[in-house]
């Protein structure tokens, strides 16, 4: 195995034993809390949702990437590949989609009484199911070309509209669907970060306002819930820039491979990483943060 290879596979296998990890005891506290509590916040709804995306796309990219890299391709048949691949893009299309609704979710619960946005809250509350339906199928209507071109390695010279996942390929029938094909993943994307950016600049708005207001209070006369939406507000805006960090390098890359013929390995596989990253990140950031996980697993 050369060098490349083996700082890939450490890489993808740091991921893998962080993220999966993470997801599943986030997960498992919120479980916990549903069958003790009878009921979950919306927030923790979201959060648990989201966590659940994450997890199925570490299984469904960071394993098969961690086999790649260790030379070990045995059991990818072309019905495997189309699985991995769709499920793997759906889930990160609804990873940045949950992101988006837990920040105006956040941006909703903070804003003042006299605030429009406030009053959107029981709205946002009752339509919280239909909005992760509506989702679940846009992207999964989005994805629907790595079902069409997506088939097992083959021995064959590849043509420059292949995306070889060293598992699995893409394969599309011609450059112009190739390019499409990008750019249409780019702009649904790119659309949800740029609103998931303008709420988490209201929430940092409302934060310095409310900042100001409360400056020279004793921190004891703040209300135990103006606190708590205050740390769920900083969660929030914390995973929106990570995600947005991760988001640009990420995309940066893949528009450069959109208009080059020939892309180095190395390239690819930076993007790779930084397409996964958010998932093992994210679960950590919430543990860290969220004060009702921190009590289950205390206990």
Same mark, same amino acid.
């Given at each position: 195995?050369?060098?490349?290879?083996?700082?890939?596979?450490?890489?993808?296998?740091?991921?893998?034993?962080?993220?999966?990890?993470?997801?599943?005891?986030?997960?498992?506290?919120?479980?916990?809390?549903?069958?003790?509590?009878?009921?979950?916040?919306?927030?923790?709804?979201?959060?648990?949702?989201?966590?659940?995306?994450?997890?199925?796309?570490?299984?469904?990219?960071?394993?098969?990437?961690?086999?790649?890299?260790?030379?070990?391709?045995?059991? =990818?048949?072309?019905?495997?590949?189309?699985?991995?691949?769709?499920? =793997?893009?759906?889930?990160?299309?609804?990873?940045?989609?949950?992101?988006?609704?837990?920040?105006? =979710?956040?941006?909703?619960?903070?804003?003042?009484?006299?605030?429009?946005?406030?009053?959107?809250?029981?709205?946002?509350?009752?339509?919280?199911?239909?909005?992760?339906?509506?989702?679940?199928?846009?992207?999964?209507?989005?994805?629907?070309?790595?079902?069409?071109?997506?088939?097992?390695?083959?021995?064959?010279?590849?043509?420059?509209?292949?995306?070889?996942?060293?598992?699995?390929?893409?394969?599309?029938?011609?450059?112009?669907? =190739?390019?499409?094909?990008?750019?249409?993943?780019?702009?649904?994307?790119?659309?949800?970060?740029?609103?998931?950016?303008?709420?988490?600049?209201?929430?940092?708005?409302?934060?310095?306002?409310?900042?100001?207001?409360?400056?020279?209070?004793?921190?004891?006369?703040?209300?135990?819930?103006?606190?708590?939406?205050?740390?769920?507000?900083?969660?929030?805006?914390?995973?929106?820039?990570?995600?947005?960090?991760?988001?640009?390098?990420?995309?940066?890359?893949?528009?450069?491979?959109?208009?080059?013929?020939?892309?180095?390995?190395?390239?690819?596989?930076?993007?790779?990483?930084?397409?996964?990253?958010?998932?093992?990140?994210?679960?950590?950031?919430?543990?860290?943060?969220?004060?009702?996980?921190?009590?289950?697993?205390?206990?």
């Amino acid at each position: 195995m050369d060098l490349q290879n083996l700082a890939k596979a450490v890489a993808t296998l740091l991921q893998n034993m962080v993220g999966i990890p993470a997801n599943l005891t986030v997960l498992g506290v919120f479980v916990h809390v549903a069958r003790t509590e009878r009921r979950l916040l919306p927030t923790d709804a979201i959060v648990s949702h989201l966590v659940s995306v994450n997890l199925l796309l570490i299984l469904t990219r960071g394993i098969p990437q961690s086999l790649s890299a260790l030379d070990y391709r045995g059991f =990818y048949d072309s019905a495997t590949c189309k699985f991995l691949i769709f499920t =793997y893009r759906t889930t990160r299309a609804m990873s940045i989609s949950l992101t988006f609704v837990l920040s105006a =979710y956040q941006c909703i619960t903070i804003a003042p009484a006299s605030s429009r946005l406030s009053r959107l809250k029981p709205w946002l509350y009752r339509c919280l199911l239909p909005l992760n339906l509506f989702f679940w199928l846009l992207n999964g209507g989005t994805t629907y070309t790595s079902i069409l071109y997506t088939s097992q390695v083959r021995n064959t010279t590849l043509s420059t509209n292949t995306l070889n996942l060293g598992y699995c390929l893409v394969v599309f029938p011609s450059e112009e669907s =190739y390019f499409a094909n990008g750019v249409m993943y780019l702009t649904r994307d790119l659309f949800f970060v740029i609103l998931m950016v303008l709420a988490s600049f209201y929430i940092l708005l409302l934060l310095y306002r409310h900042q100001r207001r409360v400056k020279g209070l004793q921190s004891s006369n703040m209300s135990q819930g103006s606190r708590a939406e205050t740390r769920a507000a900083k969660t929030v805006v914390t995973l929106v820039t990570l995600y947005v960090l991760f988001f640009g390098i990420d995309n940066l890359i893949w528009a450069y491979t959109l208009t080059t013929e020939k892309v180095p390995l190395l390239m690819n596989d930076v993007r790779v990483f930084f397409s996964s990253l958010y998932a093992s990140v994210c679960p950590v950031v919430v543990i860290v943060s969220n004060r009702k996980v921190n009590r289950r697993l205390s206990c």
